[in-house]
């Protein structure tokens, strides 16, 4: 006998839990599966049964109610130990499948849903399959057949009771999407319908699917007639979900109220923010909405302290380049800009330079729109033009406060870069952002700013630009050649051979087929030597520029890249969609 057969002959069944011996060894078998299965470790195991001893429901409510395990997880977790099947998202009926008359609160009260009707048994999804036995006994007098039970997902099964059996509210949630004006009595009822249960349980287990699968951001859309819901995940968006149209006033609305937007302004766009329980972590949300033919679309901005690891080491950079930046960064005064543009990852190695400059015995000081993630040792502000309290303003407040190093979130006007000169030139180092597409072109930006050359050449010792670039799965990484002709017209140097290889994944599991798992970056540092500096003060061109960086050993985003690509940490298909060959 195998030993997984043995295992499952070990587990009690689900009708005789109530047993103590047996609910503790259920108790254990569930933890070991969670622990294997990669859902959850020793430590969250630990809090749960601290939870369950102290008499707060079973071990694996507990688990739940604490966000150590989603929803999910725990219904294919008790399939695979009750011996029960589990059910699939497209399982589930679209319609009611019972002739007879039926409590349709008893339904939803218990999450039970009627999905297959054959004439000797009745099929119903469970949520509960622990504590069922009430609930299958009552529908097998109720219909006078034996009741097989199926594990459902609890927010499934809500979903499809309410596609099934809450048409009336489905209807009135439909005319609300098309309303341009609305009363109390719409937005009360409205309010209402967000806050119930299987609305809550829905947006939750999106919310926490997002952050799991290690999403940046939630993209919430409604349509004439679906409300799409898209992940972007390394840099890309995927599509995760499709809901009837009616979802929309509902699921916005319940998102709204998380974030304490303004519920019933729904014709001017919003940003809010909100912090929510996810796994057993604390997770950050940056909310914004904005108005649409078709309704309010949202999108969130996950900021996931614990996914997020502030050391430059761990961001892809060469090792000659990460050398050089540490060097600059060690500089006691000057400017110090990361360049590039939306999206490529210029807030994460800033934030990773502060958690290496973050000593007791310096002082750091950043000014943030918004700020992002929290950074312990270091005083953070948060932009609020609303009140005056811009950019410059702030800086000036800085210059007084004795910093030894001042983080700008971005230069975006003359007035913030002359008080970034100055404070350069008054002993402090000023890290910053610019939305440029090179190195090169950051310098000129500068100039034409207003920034007078001599200052600049006095104040700027290093610019990085950088871009983002999926890195290839080690899950399903595989080799190929592509002949030498083809490589050196990508520019890379020939080699004394006929082909070059190279590397992609070719999907699996691992990576949700995508091939790629995670980022690192692609970069050019340029360092102002004494002749970039005569250009500067000559009023040169970004090309002249970029021209002499080069001859002084400055490797371009696009060479990084290419590089990278040769080692088989991303692919040649994401170098050139992100950069282009000089």
């Given at each position: ?7 499952r002959?070990?587990q ?14 259920f ?23 601290r ?8 071990f ?9 395990v ?7 977790a ?25 409590n ?20 119903v ?37 309410r ?13 609300y999407?098309l ?25 939750d ?23 799409r ?9 995927k ?24 519920f ?9 923010r ?9 997770v ?47 500089q006691?005064?000057g400017?110090?800009?990361v ?12 934030y ?6 973050n ?15 929290e ?10 033009v ?42 402090h180092l000023?890290?910053?952002t ?28 290093g ?9 290839i ?36 599991k ?10 690192l970056?692609?970069t ?8 970039i ?5 000559e009023n ?11 001859q ?12 990278k690509a040769l ?16």
């Amino acid at each position: 006998m195998s030993e997984d057969v043995v295992a499952r002959e070990e587990q009690p069944d689900h009708e005789s839990l109530g047993n103590n011996r047996n609910e503790t060894l259920f108790s254990q078998s569930l933890g070991e599966w969670l622990i294997r299965n990669e859902k959850i470790d020793q430590r969250g195991i630990d809090r749960a049964m601290r939870l369950h001893v102290a008499g707060s429901g079973r071990f694996d409510q507990a688990l739940v109610k604490l966000g150590l395990v989603n929803e999910a997880d725990m219904a294919a977790a008790l399939a695979e130990l009750l011996g029960l099947p589990l059910l699939k998202q497209d399982d589930y009926p679209i319609s009611s499948i019972l002739n007879k008359e039926i409590n349709l609160h008893f339904f939803h009260e218990n999450q039970i849903l009627p999905i297959a009707d054959f004439p000797d048994h009745l099929e119903v999804a469970v949520s509960d399959p622990i504590d069922s036995a009430y609930f299958l006994d009552a529908l097998r007098l109720k219909f006078g057949k034996p009741v097989h039970p199926r594990i459902g997902v609890p927010v499934l099964i809500n979903e499809a009771l309410r596609r099934i059996y809450g048409e009336d509210n489905a209807k009135n949630e439909e005319e609300y999407a098309l309303k341009d004006e609305w009363s109390e009595d719409d937005l009360e009822h409205l309010k209402d319908q967000a806050s119930d249960g299987p609305v809550v349980k829905l947006v939750d287990r999106l919310i926490e699917t997002a952050v799991e699968t290690k999403a940046s951001d939630i993209h919430v859309e409604p349509f004439e007639d679906s409300l799409r819901i898209r992940f972007r995940m390394d840099g890309m968006l995927k599509s995760e979900e499709t809901f009837p149209k009616n979802y929309a006033p509902t699921v916005i609305s319940r998102l709204k109220i998380m974030s304490k937007l303004d519920f019933a302004e729904r014709r001017l766009p919003q940003d809010g923010r909100m912090r929510m329980a996810v796994s057993g972590n604390m997770v950050d949300f940056r909310v914004s909405t904005t108005p649409t033919v078709y309704g309010e679309s949202v999108v969130l901005r996950i900021l996931d302290k614990s996914s997020v690891v502030l050391d430059l080491d761990t961001l892809g950079f060469a090792e000659d380049t990460l050398r050089e930046f540490r060097k600059i960064l060690h500089q006691p005064h000057g400017i110090l800009l990361v360049t590039g543009p939306t999206g490529s990852g210029k807030t994460t190695t800033l934030y990773g330079a502060l958690a290496e400059l973050n000593t007791p015995e310096r002082k750091l000081l950043t000014v943030e729109d918004p700020v992002e993630y929290e950074l312990k040792g270091v005083n953070q502000v948060e932009v609020k033009v609303q009140i005056g309290l811009t950019f410059a303003k702030v800086l000036r407040s800085f210059l007084r406060q004795d910093p030894d190093i001042i983080m700008v979130g971005e230069i975006r006007d003359l007035e913030s870069a002359q008080i970034a000169v100055e404070s350069a030139l008054t002993g402090h180092l000023v890290l910053s952002t610019l939305h440029t597409n090179s190195a090169a072109a950051t310098v000129t930006r500068f100039l034409e700013m207003g920034i007078r050359g001599y200052l600049l050449t006095a104040t700027l010792v290093g610019v990085l630009a950088q871009r983002l670039v999926r890195r290839i799965c080690d899950g399903c990484k595989i080799s190929y050649t592509i002949p030498m002709s083809d490589a050196v017209e990508l520019g890379f140097l020939p080699l004394n051979s006929k082909n070059m290889t190279l590397f992609k994944g070719e999907g699996c599991k691992r990576c949700q087929d995508t091939g790629y798992k995670g980022r690192l970056n692609i970069t050019e540092l340029l360092i102002p030597s004494d002749a970039i500096q005569r250009i500067i003060l000559e009023n040169g061109s970004a090309s002249e520029i970029e021209k002499i960086a080069i001859q002084d050993g400055m490797r371009t985003i696009y060479e990084d890249g290419l590089r990278k690509a040769l080692a088989g940490e991303t692919t040649i298909a994401e170098v050139l969609r992100v950069a282009h060959k000089s």
